[in-house]
């Protein structure tokens, strides 16, 4: 069974970037998506975005247009996700998924990467 | 505020039925576009539960079930038992926003 392994928690201040990843344990990825979303602390799910591995095309969640940007390293098994000009709001727990389609579901989760954003 | 709104929460009594509301509107449900389901347990990952509307992924028991109709789905959960006591969250994708869009989620007590 494939799994998705993403990196560590990450320790930012305000106005920086993270880059959070997200690697396949087999060959390759076995879906078509990967997406990434997060849950700030007791908060529920918000949607960032998606990449689609077929086609190497990224899309974005409105409220994070500008901010985010998803790319892959094939080579790696790795799919990327990097939000700049970072503020405490974004404090949250990072997830990265996968699935078959682009409107979900999420049938394969990473386990989750922390990112707190403080001065 | 979530696209989607959902009771914050719900309880019932061990061997009890609850059911879990989902609404929408017409640029998401009501738009035709599947709605499926996760359940989060205390400090881990979300987990697929109900997928395309009312398709329970492998090892989903099957006291667990939903449906769409409208602009609205419900989650509905038979036989309650203590560790059904976590949170779930209703998912669809919105034409409008052109993205996922979910439920604020409801957090489920088994009294």
């Known amino acids: 069974q494939v799994h998705l392994i993403q990196s560590r928690s990450e320790i930012k201040g305000p106005g920086a970037s993270v880059k959070v990843s997200c690697r396949s344990s087999?060959?390759?990825?076995?879906?078509?998506?990967v997406y990434w979303l997060r849950q700030a602390p007791g908060q529920g799910l918000e949607w960032m975005g998606r990449f689609n591995l077929v086609y190497g095309v990224a899309d974005y969640g409105q409220t994070f247009q500008g901010r985010v940007t998803i790319t892959r390293d094939t080579s790696k098994k790795t799919v990327y996700m990097e939000l700049t000009s970072l503020k405490s709001a974004d404090t949250a727990m990072y997830y990265c998924a996968s699935g078959n389609l682009g409107a979900g579901p999420a049938d394969k989760w990473g386990q989750g990467t922390l990112v707190t954003v403080s001065s | 505020q979530s696209v989607l709104t959902q009771p914050p929460s719900v309880s019932g009594a061990p061997g009890q039925r609850i059911t879990i509301s989902c609404t929408g509107n017409s640029s998401n449900i009501g738009a035709g576009y599947t709605v499926h389901w996760y359940q989060q347990l205390p400090g881990t990952t979300p987990k697929l539960l109900i997928s395309?509307?009312?398709h329970r992924p492998s090892g989903v028991p099957d006291r667990f079930s939903a449906s769409r109709s409208g602009t609205s789905a419900s989650l509905a959960i038979t036989g309650l038992q203590a560790e059904d006591e976590t949170d779930y969250y209703c998912q669809s994708y919105d034409s409008r926003l052109r993205g996922w869009v979910f439920g604020g989620g409801t957090k489920l007590s088994v009294l």
């Open positions: 395309g509307d009312s």
């Open positions: 087999g060959d390759s990825f076995v879906d078509q998506f």
